[in-house]
């Protein structure tokens, strides 16, 4: 018997993207959304489990409620000649009515109950333009931070002496936020060229010319948006924490 189709709904439906450099984790973000009435148990696997970690892997998803799982994928060296041959595997059933056991209900689960998505892995190295711009962003972010190290050092001694051991390790910690903040904010900045990437070429193969030009503009002046507000942004974070310092000086 043909298993029941798969109810929930996947962003993306049949590929996962990780853009490098893959010198350091690169996380993808599968969202699984319940349209039905009923709640729905799911399980994320995947044909590399030691690449990958997912995060949740598992669980249940109200009925008319969404799920975001971060897909992570673990530094590896990149061939560009090599495809890759990894997949995920989404599999879901209705949760019973009266489900009091998770795992039970997987393993008494018969196999008309299950259903399942599959899903392709694909890596891509960001392009030119896009790797000026994050050489930009670290400039920016190492500036701001070689300036507050400018400013602790020209601080009188005895200043200098009231930032106990605590105080510094706060403020080092909150520029670690920070940082993992700006993060985060440049994957979702790829991830938003992408889907301009992928309107422009929606845009040129209607072939209108003035449609291209105006799309080519957008992007310009959101590539130049994004460069502003990411050195809004390595500014906050240098005034915060001089800021902390002066606070605790006035103290």
């Known amino acids: 018997m043909a298993r029941p189709e798969q109810v929930l709904v996947l962003e993306p439906q049949h590929e996962l ?8 984790v690169v996380t993808a973000t599968l969202k699984l959304t319940n349209p039905t009435d009923r709640n729905v148990c799911f399980k994320v696997k995947t044909t590399a489990p030691r690449r990958y970690c997912v995060r949740p892997n598992s669980g249940v998803i109200d009925a008319g409620n969404s799920v975001n799982v971060s897909v992570m994928l673990q530094p590896f060296d990149y061939d560009p000649n090599e495809k890759s041959k990894h997949k995920f595997m989404v599999q879901s059933m209705l949760a019973p009515y009266d489900m009091t056991d998770m795992e039970g209900v997987w393993k008494e689960a018969k196999p008309d109950e299950l259903m399942d998505s599959k899903l392709r892995c694909a890596f891509e190295m960001p392009i030119e333009n896009d790797k000026t711009h994050e050489s930009e962003t670290n400039k920016t972010v190492c500036s701001s931070a070689s300036s507050v190290k400018t400013e602790l050092s020209t601080l009188p001694k005895s200043a200098s002496a009231s930032l106990d051991d605590g105080e510094v390790k706060k403020i ?10 700006v993060q985060r904010l440049r994957e979702e900045n790829k991830q938003i ?8 070429r929606k845009v040129t193969s209607m072939g209108a010319p003035y449609s291209s030009s ?4 957008m992007a310009t002046s959101g590539m130049r948006d994004e460069g502003l507000s990411t050195r809004i942004l ?5 005034f915060f924490v001089i800021g902390v310092i002066i606070g605790k000086l006035a103290l």
Request: hydrophobic share 35%; glycine share 6%; aromatic share 6%.
């Open 17 to 24: 993207k990780f853009r490098g450099p893959f010198t350091d």
């Open 172 to 181: 080092m910690e909150e520029c670690k936020r920070l940082q993992m903040e």
């Open 193 to 200: 060229r992408e889907d301009d990437g992928l309107r422009k």
């Open 214 to 217: 105006s799309s080519a503009a």
């Open 234 to 238: 390595a500014l906050c974070v240098l």
